[in-house]
């Protein structure tokens, strides 16, 4: 069996749900991340090859869990 693709509905840095909208079929301008503050140290603990693929949670996009 192969490894299970990450959801796009999970945060890449705690594994939690990452309360996207675009991953519940909503508008991108509905996503916590359109009005919250993400910090830079939580965009620079993602993988290269997670940037872009999925949303972090507000918890991590605080800069709490990272």
Known sequence: PQPQAPSAAQCPLCGQPNQCAMAQGQPAD?????????????????????????????????????
């Open 30 to 66: 509905e996503c916590w991340c359109m009005h919250g503050v993400i910090t830079p140290m939580a965009l620079a603990s993602l993988a290269p090859q997670e940037r872009g693929q999925r949303c972090i949670c507000p918890s991590c996009g605080r800069g709490l869990q990272v």
